[in-house]
């Protein structure tokens, strides 16, 4: 009765080791991958959401002490400040996916300039049909990079709430978990001292009290 039942933390281990790895992962990519075509955004927001991803990577470390230490008080704080960073991620790149998809004849520009410049050694006619080739292969492009930012964007969204939501769990079933063996503990205390102090009425030992 001494021993507490200890929480199975398989799953929990699982969920943490997978944002730790998502946001160093998606964090890098960001940063070293080649310009998308269809995404049209300021330099400074991309370190800005790869610095976020990071701190949320970070921030799985204090979920693994969480954890380890059965420390109901540090998963708790580990819980608001990841929920808070992965929100600010996920609001950040649906601000940035929207910002591009309004830029969109910008993109389209940007594409022509970069996959089909003018040539000068073409005649005006040939000229004219390559640059209408080229704007509508970069204007399927850029709406196919849109489309697909925001589908990853919605499966991501639904993965890490999922995430979230175990986490949420757990956390609410470790203090439950702690709940129960404070209260046997304290049982425990209560038994032992009524028998210290003799208040025990099936103790049918003889007294020896004169």
């Known amino acids: 009765c001494d021993i507490a039942i200890p929480l199975l933390n398989t799953g929990i281990y699982l ?27 300021p330099t400074f927001t991309a370190y800005i959401l790869a610095g ?7 921030c799985q470390i204090l979920g693994f002490f969480g954890v380890a230490r059965e420390s109901t008080k540090l998963f708790r704080t580990y819980l ?9 991620c996920f609001a950040l790149a649906a601000a940035l996916i929207g910002i591009s998809a309004s830029k969109h004849n910008t993109v389209v520009s940007a594409c022509e300039a970069s996959f089909f410049p003018a040539s000068t050694g073409t005649s005006s006619v040939g000229s004219g049909a390559l640059d209408g ?9 850029a709406w196919v990079d849109i489309g697909v930012l925001g589908g990853l964007w919605l499966l991501l969204a639904i993965f890490q709430g999922y995430l979230l939501i175990i986490n949420s769990l757990y956390s609410r079933d470790q203090r439950a978990d702690h709940k129960r063996y404070a209260s046997i503990y304290s049982t425990q205390e209560d038994i032992l001292l009524s ?16």
Not at 52 to 58: H, I, M
Not at 80 to 88: D, H, Y
Not at 133 to 141: A, H, K, L, P, R
Not at 201 to 210: G, I
């Open 52 to 58: 976020l991803l990071y701190l949320t990577s970070l």
């Open 133 to 141: 080739e080229g704007q509508s292969v970069c204007n399927i492009f």
């Open 195 to 210: 028998e210290r102090l003799g208040q025990n009425p099936w103790d049918t030992r003889a007294s020896f009290d004169n």
């Open 15 to 41: 969920a943490l080791l997978e944002q730790l790895a998502a946001g160093i992962l998606i964090g890098t990519l960001i940063l070293a991958a080649p310009p998308i075509v269809g995404v049209s955004i």
């Open 80 to 88: 608001w400040l990841n929920s808070i960073l992965v929100v600010a």
